[in-house]
């Protein structure tokens, strides 16, 4: 099994709700990532856990809350977003930080 | 400073031309390099990277990438485009074992 899924696809969420997105991984990696991507840019990095520790946090804005409940999964938190914040947020493993990353199908979410 | 640079936002070949997309980098200390895919809303995927032996490296789909130190350069080619390659092309470096950085990407366009 060499993917990392990624849910839900799409997300549409208003400016006061609580939502969550969700990544899993079964390939043994021991880093899992956090990126966001807007439209025609590259990704930019948001959060990594290596061995489920939370090891960068690129300034992030505190809306954006992850968290890694074991090896295989990641969660990033989402609330009181804003508009800007719409984005495809992709997740991503290697098997060791900094390693070649293989990359989730992505979530496309809208903030409204 | 440590950076990598997409020469070219946007290159246009005919179907069954060469394809050339070139990626330089910036680094005091040897860098692992990668070449990412990305189509439409879609997630990245690897095509091909190099860490350290044989500095040409084979990928998936035909292409290949030459590292040349001397030059801080990772160009990516395809000795012939197929219409299945027009997609968004990155170029990322880890170095040093820190985080990933991404290049701004290149848009392959093929005509028929």
């Known amino acids: 099994d060499t993917e990392v899924t990624q849910t839900p696809k799409h997300l549409v969420m208003g400016m006061t709700n609580k939502k969550s997105l969700k990544c899993e991984q079964h390939?043994?990696?021991?880093?899992m990532y956090w990126y966001k991507q807007k439209a025609k840019k590259p990704p930019e990095l948001m959060f990594v856990?290596?061995?489920?520790?939370?090891?960068i946090n690129e300034s992030v804005p505190s809306r954006f809350s992850p968290e890694c409940p074991n090896s295989s999964l990641l969660n990033l938190h989402l609330h009181a977003l804003q508009p800007e914040d719409s984005a495809l947020y992709l997740c991503?493993?290697?098997?060791?930080?900094?390693?070649?990353?293989?990359f989730g199908q992505g979530t496309r979410l809208t903030v409204v | 400073a440590q950076s990598v640079t997409q020469l070219g936002s946007h290159v246009s070949v005919s179907e069954g031309a060469l394809v050339l997309l070139r990626c330089n980098y910036s680094s005091s200390v040897p860098p692992y390099l990668f070449w990412y895919v990305q189509y439409p809303n879609q997630g990245l995927q690897l095509l091909l990277k190099y860490t350290t032996g044989a500095t040409l490296v084979k990928g998936i789909n035909g292409f290949e990438a030459e590292f040349k130190k001397s030059e801080t350069s990772f160009h990516l080619t395809k000795p012939s485009a197929h219409m299945s390659d027009a997609a968004e092309y990155f170029c990322a470096v880890s170095f040093n074992n820190n985080d990933m950085r991404f290049g701004a990407g290149t848009r392959l366009t093929v005509k028929p």
């Open positions: 390939m043994g990696h021991r880093a």
């Open positions: 991503a493993s290697s098997q060791e930080f900094s390693w070649e990353a293989f």
């Open positions: 856990y290596s061995y489920e520790k939370l090891s």
